[in-house]
């Protein structure tokens, strides 16, 4: 288990507040852009950040991340720039941990060894992989717990409760929990199941939990905190990096999160 996501829960815990955990997909906008809003994200409050690896079918994400992972792609992002841009965001002051966020095929690709390798070697604290289940896992867990990584699995609405419990006998940080079934993607309204849904896991698991998908608003923040021990913000950040002027993404990410996280 990484010892900054370690330390940053049990600081939280004891401070009893909710950590708040920006996404971003590498390489999105430009590959010149994701260092400087890795460290803007942490100066506008982000406790740790998800940094999504770009791949060329991310079926649980919605438009707005698919997009992102399509510019980077076309850029020619690899998962070795990902190792490279959280390498350089080190040496410029980073600090917040960082999990990266994606599908199992590049890791497989580089090898499960030599992806948790080239992680701890870059700083890396650990991954979510969304389609690698508990009973395909056992290899990239043994690698990253050789490396003192964390691995996080999700958990939805959906899953059954003895799934929970298998999700929760491999993760050693937290559990990732999807809100509300369907993609990611920004929402208007939460859905009214979470309490419902974290008692329902909270039954299975000891774990703290980190509650993604949907939220995009300071008022969506505040809400899922009440009940989560981390909030994860995604989408609304790249429509951030949207809405920003030119030379501005930095700026404008770091904006929305001193707004949604209150810091």
Known sequence: MSQRLRELFTKAQAEGRPLFIPYVTAGYPARAETVPILLAMEAGGADAIEVGMPFTDPMADGA???????????????????????????????????LFMGYVNPILAWGEAAVAAEARAAGVDGFIVVDLP????????????????????????????????????????????????GTTGARARLSDELPALLGRIRAHASLPLAVGFGISTREHVEQVGKVADAVVVGSAIISAIDAAGRDRAAQSVR?????VSGQ
């Open 255 to 259: 904006e929305y999160v001193e707004d």
């Open 64 to 98: 707005t991340v698919q997009h992102a992972n399509q510019v980077a792609i076309e850029q020619g992002v690899t998962l070795g720039d990902c190792f490279d841009f959280v390498r350089q965001a080190r040496a410029q002051g980073l600090r917040a941990p960082v």
């Open 134 to 181: 508990p009973e395909e896992a056992e290899a990239f867990l043994a690698a990253c717990r050789a490396q003192d990584l964390s691995f996080v699995p999700l958990v939805a609405p959906t899953t059954a409760d003895a799934r929970i419990e298998k999700h929760a006998a491999i993760a050693d940080a937290c559990l990732d929990v999807v809100s509300q079934a």
